[in-house]
């Protein structure tokens, strides 16, 4: 009679566990898992095979429109990872949405929300509308910016945002992606400068005059 060691037998009890935990992570991971916040990069699970969706651009501008701030956010994608968002759209828009969502704070709310993709620039437009951002009183109008500072991790005075009579600009890097912002604002004769008088901003809002 053949006598087997009993260490073979734990061998293969090893090997099929192994092989158990391999299939189940398998199951795990077969699913689409997408990274929350305002990442750069996406992850898509398709039944073919996962690709790491990046972002390598965003261009953000702001504009003060009938007590309102409208903002419109491009942002730019290498061709391939643009394909895959196309070919995932209903859970990429998913996605956008509730990133957008954070870019308020507890006096604003977002109306009018439009996203949609322009493949000759393989890029994706958001488009809405900040309210209650802009208030006025004692012929002083002043709107704030933490909802758009806050989740990009900026400040006015902090990361030296350049100032001009009509705008406050900055351009750099976050998270290895390249940020062109541009926050238009009501055209004055002198810059909007750190703790101005009547034209100016602090670390997250900005003031002027009110026209009459």
């Not at 009679?1 to 158990?20: E, N, S």
């Not at 956008?96 to 994706?124: G, H, M, P, Y």
């Not at 802009?134 to 709107?143: D, F, I, L, P």
């Not at 400040?155 to 750099?172: A, P």
């Amino acid at each position: 009679m053949v006598r087997v060691d009993k260490r073979f037998y734990g061998y293969i009890v090893v090997i099929i566990l192994v092989l158990a935990v391999g299939l189940l992570a398998q199951i795990y991971y077969s699913n689409v898992y997408i990274k929350p916040g305002i990442e750069n990069q996406v992850e898509i699970k398709t039944t073919k095979s996962e690709l790491m969706i990046h972002e390598f651009k965003r261009v953000i501008e702001t504009k003060i429109k009938d007590n309102r701030i409208v903002c419109t956010m491009i942002i730019y994608y290498s061709k391939e990872s643009f394909n895959s968002i196309l070919d995932n759209w209903n859970k990429y828009f998913s996605l956008i949405t509730k990133n957008i969502s954070k870019f308020k704070e507890a006096s604003t709310s977002i109306e009018d929300l439009n996203i949609r993709c322009q493949s000759s620039s393989s890029s994706v437009l958001i488009y809405f509308i900040v309210d209650g951002a802009v208030s006025k009183y004692n012929g002083r109008c002043t709107a704030t910016y933490l909802w758009l500072l806050r989740p990009l991790g900026l400040d006015f005075i902090e990361d030296h945002f350049n100032e001009y009579n009509d705008r406050l600009t900055w351009t750099g890097t976050i998270n290895g992606v390249k940020y062109n912002i541009t926050i238009l604002l009501p055209r004055q004769n002198v810059p909007y400068i750190a703790w101005g008088e009547s034209v100016g901003h602090c670390h997250g809002h900005v003031w002027w005059p009110c026209q009459s």
